[in-house]
């Protein structure tokens, strides 16, 4: 229906408002950035998708049982590149209908009992109704091997099972899951390709002796080896506005306006920085959100300011942005922690330390301004306790007085510095007085 | 294998239809299989072995070629019958919508014999069994089958496909080679017990990978073949592996389902197992017990592994039991001393495997089709036997290197032999840890901490140091590098990112700045990765 319509308003004229325009561009690349839209090809990783694709296509085929893993970092594609590859897979109409898949997640599948149901509803055995799996955990698993055992390799359906976090189900008690899955792989019974994915290097040493010499030892790793130009053009292709765009004019504006942008100098360095920073696309997606999100009718186009905005709105310290919304007297205390420590090189410290010192400050420079009466300061130490910038040193809190409980400051000398040059309308004293023992 | 495969379904089915006329002597009076001889103390044991008799009786002289579909359909009707009938009052709408999702079952039960052929009191009979048990054994009526596929799998057509095929570590050979000794031990063993009439243990113990369950399993093909060819008394085997159960207690549940198909609780088990293995009965067969995976038996008070190693040693058990695991001195360690001593001194280790063995077992399995050359073969081997003589490890690396082999034909289609540059690449890919690759794909803040980390590693002399000393030395080492000033938060997001794909040991985030580092790689490994680029 959209399509309908889109193309009787191509009919209807070619130039359309700029606001509807607009709204068609948050759609297109919203889509992009949020929902994980697949890409048409992956070039970043070529190799790894001809392995794997190779690998399922010899179960779905020719009934062969495999297990790999997948290993990256975070936000390295490795959903993409196993959803890439079952699109293709799933092209050929054979393996299609033949196909049975299974989709495990470590951090919803949080113990064997939970995953067992959950693959015996997937595969939709005999002992499902409705959605319910009738029998105890014990005789799912019977009647789960039974039917796996049952199978052979030239007639049975292949099967599929994707262990997302797959470092997740190795804490399982005696790892019975995946011993059993892999067993499988490795015995004349059911075809079964068993794919993990996980962001952890060491996920081998995780695995007991007998699972481990049950997996194939295959893997996988998204390990991406791209230079800054090739970020650039991931910015400027991730940015630009397909052929099918509704208005052909405004598209191309668009993207004229993008690759002007990215050869912009400010705009590369900000660029350098988030490559330089981590070179996951999830992190980009997010700074190109921030971007697409300041963009309106009245400011149709990416400017260097809104990347340079986007970028600081990323980079921003959370700590030290705390501190600007800490009252005087607060300040005050994190500042004597701050010489306390100095001094003390880092030992912890109470409350009577800290409220000592804030007086030393109070005798030697200023006039009585900020003379508190101890349980307000006590109140604002316990602020300071909340909000996590100090932290007991012990966990046991009941046992001391809270006057005596020895602490530790969560944060370091430069956001404190940092913070103070940035505090609304602070007191000269007390600036210098935080300033005085850096040296 | 191909004995054992068609023997089963028809000993369960039999024992099935056996099972379901016990509970219907036990609510009615009249006896359907055969009179009794009127001893009424040992009135069940009597019935219990006749009707093995009968139904072995039955199962050598009815010996069927093909058991897959017919049987099945066969054995299903009454089942469903049962089902159906004993339904009526439970699960109506859940059966319903069962057969109407399920087209293959409905089927059956429209071929089904009206049910009024059925006696009554049977239907009453299983009706009452079935409320005992409650619903959760919906599952025993289903029989568990993955559906099959449309066309069967193509046949591997040319040199390296086949090689692949058969280097698949589920092709087990009809022999397997270099275990010849310890085939010979265990089938004297073995045989020996099930000739004399006696029990025994033992205790097989090896490293993963070095054939330990192949060569039991291929012991008691060849024993069923000598006993098919009436060379000895003919025997039951259950095979129960310690990984395959949710709790140490299923193991009677299993033995006993294996043994006489009844199903019961692990208590009501035991008893009945207890029952079977302590009362004498005449012409009563051996039982084969293999237990793989041991060691997952073990409980605080050791009942289960006491009970399984105290059977045999009864008189009238006629229980062998193998027991297998992957250490060898697991007596020693997790047993108490009477479970110890009851499972006697017979002991066997399988060795690994050396490179020689290895060899000959690629070759074994290759049968003499050229697809390897013969050095490739060699450093496979070698390569393997050195780190842990693994046979499923070589397997894979081999069927690995023959997919690159198949790869590299497709892009140049040569025609050629695997040689040592696939099997070299196969084996990188398996055995080459990925650190240092991912630390030289790290980003360039990723490589700046990791190299504070160890200048803050080699400035205190210590292995660990917290987040905020390691802070300062990536400050500084950001201004040495001309790189803009990073905010604290951003540097724990790269050591949080370190920390996730475990090059960095981290204490939990909650810790802020104060969690302490420490690194999952070596020193040299880092600088190594971080020199070469």
């Not at chain 1, 005798?363 to 910038?389: C, D, G, T, W």
Request: proline residues 4%; aromatic residues 6%.
């Amino acid at each position: 229906m959209c399509q309908a319509i889109m193309s009787k308003r191509k009919a209807k004229s070619v130039r359309k408002p700029i606001s509807e325009c607009i709204t068609q561009l948050h759609k297109c690349l919203r889509e992009r950035f949020c929902h994980d839209q697949l890409p048409s090809t992956l070039e970043a990783s070529e190799a790894q998708h001809k392995h794997l694709l190779g690998l399922l296509q010899r179960t779905a085929i020719h009934g062969e049982s495999n297990s790999a893993l997948i290993i990256g970092p975070r936000g390295s594609g490795k959903t993409v590149l196993l959803k890439c590859v079952l699109r293709d897979l799933l092209k050929e109409k054979e393996v299609q209908k033949n196909l049975l898949q299974v989709h495990l997640n470590g951090l919803l599948q949080t113990d064997d009992r939970i995953a067992l149901k959950e693959i015996t509803r997937q595969l939709n055995l005999e002992n499902v109704v409705g959605d319910k799996v009738f029998g105890s955990f014990a005789e799912n698993l019977v009647f789960l091997l039974e039917a796996l055992k049952k199978g052979d390799r030239s007639s049975t359906r292949p099967i599929l099972f994707v262990l997302d976090e797959f470092d997740l189900f190795a804490h399982h008690k005696n790892q019975t899951l995946l011993y059993n899955l892999l067993d499988v792989s490795q015995s004349a019974q059911a075809p079964v390709a068993v794919v993990g994915l996980t962001c952890r290097l060491d996920v081998l040493e995780l695995l007991e002796k007998r699972v481990k010499s049950r997996f194939s030892h295959r893997q996988i790793h998204m390990l991406s080896n791209l230079s800054f130009s090739q970020y650039q053009e991931r910015v400027a292709s991730q940015l630009s506005l397909p052929d099918d765009f509704p208005d052909r004019s405004f598209a191309e504006d668009w993207n004229s306006g993008v690759q002007s942008l990215c050869e912009d100098k400010s705009v590369e360095e900000i660029l350098r920085r988030h490559f330089n920073f981590s070179r996951d696309f999830r992190s980009l997606h997010m700074l190109l959100m921030l971007c697409l999100s300041r963009i309106s009718p009245v400011n149709p186009i990416i400017k260097p300011a809104d990347v340079l905005e986007a970028s600081r709105m990323c980079f921003t310290d959370s700590t030290s942005n705390m501190l600007h919304g800490l009252s005087i007297l607060e300040l005050c205390l994190v500042i004597s922690m701050k010489h306390l420590n100095d001094v003390y090189g880092g030992e912890p410290f109470n409350f009577q330390m800290v409220y000592n010192e804030f007086k030393k400050f109070l005798q030697r420079k200023s006039n009585s301004m900020y003379n508190f009466e101890q349980p307000v300061v006590i109140k604002a130490f316990e602020h300071l306790q909340q909000l996590e910038l100090i932290r007991p040193v012990d966990g046991s809190s009941a046992k001391t007085q809270r006057e005596y409980q020895l602490m530790k400051l969560m944060l370091d000398n430069s956001q404190i510095i940092e913070a103070l040059h940035k505090y609304p309308q602070c007191p000269t004293d007390i600036k210098q007085w935080g300033m005085s023992a850096f040296a | 294998m191909k004995t054992r495969q068609q023997g089963e379904p028809l000993r369960k089915l039999k024992n099935f239809e056996y099972g379901a006329a016990q509970v219907d002597h036990e609510n009615a009076p009249i006896l359907l299989v055969a009179p009794l001889p009127k001893r009424s103390k040992r009135k069940s044991a009597q019935l219990v072995s006749s009707r093995i008799k009968k139904q072995l009786n039955l199962l050598d002289e009815q010996p069927k070629p093909d058991l897959d579909t017919e049987d099945e359909e066969e054995f299903v009707p009454s089942n469903t019958a049962l089902y159906s009938s004993s339904d009526d009052e439970e699960m109506i709408d859940g059966d319903e919508g069962e057969l109407a999702r399920k087209g293959r079952r409905r089927r059956i039960t429209e071929r089904l014999p009206p049910r009024s052929e059925k006696s009554p009191s049977a239907a009453r009979a299983c009706r009452k069994t079935r409320s005992k048990k409650g619903e959760s054994d919906t599952p025993r009526h289903g029989s568990p089958t993955i559906p099959s596929r449309l066309m069967p799998a193509p046949q591997p057509n040319y040199v390296l496909e086949v090689a692949r095929t058969r280097l698949h570590v589920s092709s087990v050979p009809e022999s397997l080679p270099c275990r010849e000794q310890e085939f010979q031990d265990i089938y004297s063993f073995v045989e020996s017990k099930i000739i004399d009439g006696t029990g025994g243990c033992m205790y097989i113990s090896g490293v993963p990978g070095t054939g330990k369950t192949a060569t039991v399993h291929e012991v008691i093909r060849c024993l069923r073949n000598a006993a098919n060819a009436d060379e000895i008394p003919s025997f039951h085997f259950v095979e129960i592996n310690g990984m395959k159960m949710t709790d140490p207690h299923q193991a009677y549940v299993q033995i006993l389902e294996k043994l006489t198909s009844q199903k019961a609780t692990a208590d009501h088990a035991a008893s009945l197992l207890e029952k079977r293995f302590s009362n004498p009965a005449p012409r009563k067969q051996t039982t084969v017990l293999l237990v793989d995976e041991l060691d997952l038996l073990w409980t605080r008070k050791q009942n289960v592994m006491y009970n399984l190693f105290d059977w045999p040693t009864r008189r009238h058990s006629r229980l062998v039991v193998l027991t297998i695991a992957n250490t060898m001195d697991l007596p020693e360690r997790i047993m108490i001393n009477r479970v110890a001593s009851r499972l006697g001194l017979t002991r066997m280790s399988f060795q690994p495997y050396g490179y020689k063995q290895l060899q000959q077992i690629i070759m074994s399995r290759l049968n003499k089709i050229k697809a390897f050359e013969e050095d490739a073969l060699q450093l496979v081997s070698r390569k393997v036997a050195a780190l842990s003589g693994d046979a499923r490890r070589c397997l894979d690396i081999c069927r690995r290197a023959a997919e690159l082999c198949e790869h590299a034909v497709a892009r140049t289609s040569v025609a050629r032999l695997v040689g040592m540059d696939h099997v070299m690449d196969a084996l990188n890919e398996m055995f080459s840890s990925s650190y240092i690759a991912s630390i030289k794909f790290a980003s360039v803040q990723e490589q700046l901490f990791l190299r504070a980390v160890i200048a803050e590693f080699r400035r205190l002399g210590l292995e660990e140091a917290t987040f905020q000393q390691v802070l300062i030395q990536h400050q500084a080492l950001c201004r040495v590098e001309g790189l803009q000033s990073t905010g604290v938060s951003e540097v724990l997001a790269v050591c949080q990112r370190l920390g996730a794909c475990r090059l960095l040991l981290l204490e939990t985030s909650r810790l802020g700045i104060l969690q302490r580092i420490r690194l999952n790689v070596s020193q040299d490994d880092v600088l190594y990765a971080l020199k070469s680029d």
